[in-house]
């Protein structure tokens, strides 16, 4: 048996046995979610933006790291940066002003 199925039959045990237990409801982290949720169903108008391919590439590849579909995180990049709340990483070699161009095989 490898050690995740292992871990899960551990995990499943200790549950049955009731060794789990709610954690106690924080009215200001549920706020906090609600109001997360509602400003992330509010979209409300549609947006048609060209950008260069190597661009949307990277966008596609960073939000599959992220495990989101690449409109969510450009919508959040851009949330972010209007309410001031974007804070740029630290210099990288990609964004030290100098970009390699691709080449289309």
């Known amino acids: 048996m490898d050690k995740e199925s292992k871990l899960e039959e551990e995990i499943l045990a200790s549950f049955e046995r009731g060794e789990w237990q709610p954690a106690p409801k924080n009215k ?16 409300n108008k549609r ?6 391919s190597c ?7 960073k939000a ?8 969510t995180l450009m919508a959040s990049v851009l ?3 209007v309410t001031g709340r974007l804070i740029e990483p630290s210099l990288t070699p990609r964004s030290s002003g100098t970009r390699q161009k691709r080449r289309v095989p």
Do not use: G, P
């Open 55 to 61: 661009d949307l590439d990277d966008l596609q590849a």
């Open 64 to 71: 599959a790291e992220e495990a989101i579909l690449y409109q």
């Open 47 to 52: 947006v048609n933006i060209r950008i260069s």
């Open 28 to 43: 200001s982290e549920i706020a906090r979610y609600a109001a997360m949720a509602s400003a992330s169903l509010a979209k």
């Open 79 to 81: 949330h972010k940066y």
